[in-house]
């Protein structure tokens, strides 16, 4: 069965500081990976998606993350956090091939701090 | 930016009710899913709908639970009877195949008293 862990409940960063938000996946299959946003009292957005094409993949908002097989990771990034991106973020895996049955990670709420 | 919408955004019910929560899906998508969030814990597939009728659905969908596209532009998700456990936030989805990124919206939260 295909899972998720997302390694932090909550990370707090400065703004203007990089972000790390980490994600280890685990897959019987080469997966199909997804970093989701939710700011409050909004849906689930869409920030990028992993699809066995490029390892490096960009998002929106300056997001970025890596797929590294090695170490069934996928870890979310970005260079310099804005007050915009508190929010909770969770790392996705595809439960099979194609995206309609997903399997969330529990989530990490992101704070920024002035 | 189409927009998956979903109503009511909170409802508290009384335990052994029966809760209707309304989506309406982005216009010219065909898959339409369910998934819940129990407070604390992962987001979690119920159902996933298309053609009419489910493609898909969890072990936490039992016969307490229904979905239905009753017209063109609405998709319910049905609880039965209620219990303090289903209390949760729901969220609808849609997608235009199944090979594409899912869209959500932003919940619906039931309270069960």
């Known amino acids: 069965a295909q899972s998720v862990t997302q390694l932090d409940s909550h990370v707090s960063v400065s703004e203007g500081t990089p972000v790390l938000l980490r994600c280890n996946y685990s897959?019987?299959?080469?997966?199909?990976l997804f970093w989701y946003v939710q700011h409050p009292n909004k849906g689930l957005q869409l920030l990028l998606k992993?699809?066995?094409?490029?390892?490096l993949v960009k998002g929106i908002n300056g997001f970025e993350a890596e797929f590294k097989k090695s170490e069934t990771s996928f870890h979310l990034t970005k260079p310099s956090a804005h007050m915009s991106d508190a929010a909770e973020y969770f790392c996705?895996?595809?439960?099979?091939?194609?995206?309609?049955?997903?399997?969330f990670g529990k989530g990490t709420m992101l704070l920024v701090s002035p | 930016e189409p927009e998956v919408t979903q109503t009511p955004s909170h409802q508290v019910t009384q335990m052994g009710q029966e809760v209707i929560l309304r989506c309406v899906p982005i216009?010219?998508?065909?898959?339409f899913y369910w998934y819940r969030q129990i407070l604390g814990q992962k987001v979690e597939f119920l159902v996933s709908f298309y053609n009419n009728e489910i493609s898909e659905k969890s072990e936490i969908f039992d016969d307490q639970f229904s979905v239905e596209r009753p017209d063109g532009s609405n998709f319910t998700l049905k609880i039965r009877s209620t219990k303090l456990e289903d209390s949760a936030m729901y969220f609808c989805a849609s997608s235009e195949t199944e090979a594409n990124v899912l869209t959500f919206g932003a919940g619906s939260r039931l309270t069960v008293l």
């Open positions: 996705v895996v595809s439960t099979r091939p194609g995206y309609s049955t997903l399997t």
């Open positions: 992993y699809t066995s094409a490029a390892t």
């Open positions: 897959s019987s299959y080469s997966p199909s």
């Open positions: 216009s010219n998508h065909l898959y």
